[in-house]
């Protein structure tokens, strides 16, 4: 086996027991981005140069016997919307596509404290307005299970990465769903935080409030190797939690003991993929069958999260990528005068989506209708999270489709944005609630394409979520951790 084809665990011991050099393990993955990204178009910025030059500063501290992180030599791709210092990092947009940072993100410097070799930064849906990575400025990325299959958004370029062995690790962000859905896409393991468990500091917002940044990686003990990476309490940002975070990677240890499961009816609704539903309920069966009970349960607000969401998040986004008028930083289209200047630079800058959103949210706040719109928004959303409060008191997790259906075709939901927002309806309330989330793969459907489920747990609960995963993984039937990218022309890789 190929040290590419490897779990970031296992490249971890190996490093440990010097089987390998970090920079052995980083050339294996440079070569595995040379074959494979012309197909796939996982990344924005290849960063091959760092990447070595990290690697073999780890090897020359482990032989003189430096006490190294367990992932010190391990490689991670990141989302091109976490800032890098000195390396440009352009969200995907137009409007940043020559922006270079003075400083790095708070997660950034903790992957290098710990030694990571970064491989390079992420495709993603501009600004991560989006569920498939077709709304990139620059160029749509493919699943790689399916080459004319959407990767899910907004994170589809680090799930495409880890997915075909170009990166074992991944850092992306989600703020409706957007590490969740394309980790179902493709096949992975994809966790959202608690809101506030990591920082946000550096992360370009989106939607500030409902923002954040998580691992996707083949298995959850990588998950659970990079969580104690990047998660706890920083002072940078306002909103992060002042809690002690627990070693994730530890917890994974033990039985499962009378767990208490929900599963969410609006989640396995009418209309969601039979495939999808039952590769779920085999899931939810087999913990059944190991000791939990299994219970159905219905969030009575569910069913207006989709509409919360989409005001909530483009309001935060009209206030947010309002900083984008070419006079600080970004592209500047120049004008006559400063509203020319203005409208040109945003006009050009920004992509149909991000500008629709923008006008979504600007209108929501606007004079006269703040209060019909936004304001409503936000209560159906404290009403939402007293659902979870309530169920939470009832069961230790709730559990549902990750998304109504497989991965779908490039092209087949660009021309409309309404049935591209609902492929994340599965997604949307956990965030809203601020609550942790997981999907987990739940199988492989008759195409061939990878199907995930979703878990959900109380507020800093990520490391049962890692745990119930690692258990299914154990229990589970066995199928591919990673696929053979079958190209249109013949032939794999």
């Known amino acids: 086996m190929e040290l590419y084809q490897k779990t970031a665990a296992n490249l971890s011991l190996m490093l440990q027991k010097k089987e390998v050099s970090s920079v052995e393990v980083v050339q294996s993955f440079l070569d595995r981005i040379e074959l494979v990204e012309p197909h796939v178009k996982a990344f924005i910025t290849h960063t091959p140069l760092i990447a070595l030059e990290t690697a073999s500063a780890v090897d ?27 390396l440009r990092t352009t969200c995907a947009s137009r409007i940043l596509e020559n922006f270079i940072p003075p400083y790095d993100a708070t997660v950034v410097e903790a992957i290098k404290r710990a030694g990571m070799p970064l491989l390079g930064k992420t495709n993603m849906d501009e600004f991560a307005m989006g569920s498939s990575t ?71 917002a989106f939607a500030s409030s409902l923002d954040q940044i998580g691992p996707l990686s083949l298995t959850a003990h990588d998950s ?42 609006q989640n396995l609704a009418d209309g969601f993929n039979p495939e999808v539903k039952a590769a779920v309920l085999k899931l939810v069966a087999l913990l059944g069958a190991n000791g939990a009970e299994i219970d159905e349960i219905s969030l009575p607000l569910a069913d207006y999260g989709l509409g919360a969401y989409y005001l909530i998040a483009p309001s ?28 040109r630079t945003r006009g050009e800058g920004f992509g149909p989506e991000v500008k629709r959103r923008i006008i979504i949210g600007t209108y929501a706040l606007s004079a006269g209708y703040y209060d019909a719109y936004y ?35 490039i092209g087949e939901k660009a021309d409309d944005p309404l049935q591209m927002y609902l492929s994340d309806i599965c997604n949307i309330n956990d965030a809203l609630a601020g609550v942790p989330s997981l999907s987990v793969p739940s199988g492989i459907d008759s195409c061939g394409l990878p199907l995930g489920m979703q878990m959900t747990a109380p507020p800093s609960r990520e490391g049962l979520l890692l745990k119930i995963a690692g258990f299914l993984e154990q229990k589970r039937d066995p199928f591919p951790l990673r696929p053979r990218v079958k190209l249109s022309e013949g032939g794999e890789l």
């Open 60 to 86: 020359k501290k482990r032989l003189l016997g430096e006490d190294l992180h367990p992932l010190a030599g391990v490689p991670i791709a990141i989302k091109d919307n976490l800032c890098t210092a000195g």
């Open 134 to 204: 077709e709304n990139s400025a620059f160029f749509s990325t493919a699943n790689p299970w399916n080459l004319d299959k959407v990767p899910g958004g907004s994170s589809g370029g680090s799930a495409a990465a880890v997915s075909t062995g170009m990166a074992p690790l991944a850092l992306g962000s989600d703020t409706g769903g957007s590490i969740r859905q394309p980790a179902s896409f493709c096949g992975l393991i994809g966790l959202r935080p608690t809101y506030g468990r990591v920082s946000r500091y550096g992360l370009i």
């Open 224 to 265: 659970a190797l990079l969580m104690d990476v990047v998660a706890g309490y920083d002072p940078l940002d306002s909103t992060s939690l002042p809690e002690a975070v627990p070693d994730y990677a530890a917890g994974l240890e033990g039985e499962i003991k009378k767990l208490r499961v929900g599963v969410i009816k």
């Open 316 to 343: 935060e986004a009209s206030s947010n990528l309002g900083r984008y008028d070419g006079v600080r930083y970004g592209y500047n289209a120049g004008g006559d005068n400063i509203e020319v200047m203005f409208s």
């Open 375 to 409: 304001l409503q928004a936000m209560k159906v959303r404290t009403l939402i999270r007293r659902d979870y409060e309530a169920a939470f008191k009832k069961f230790d997790l709730l559990v549902g489709a990750t998304t109504p259906t497989p991965a779908f075709n």
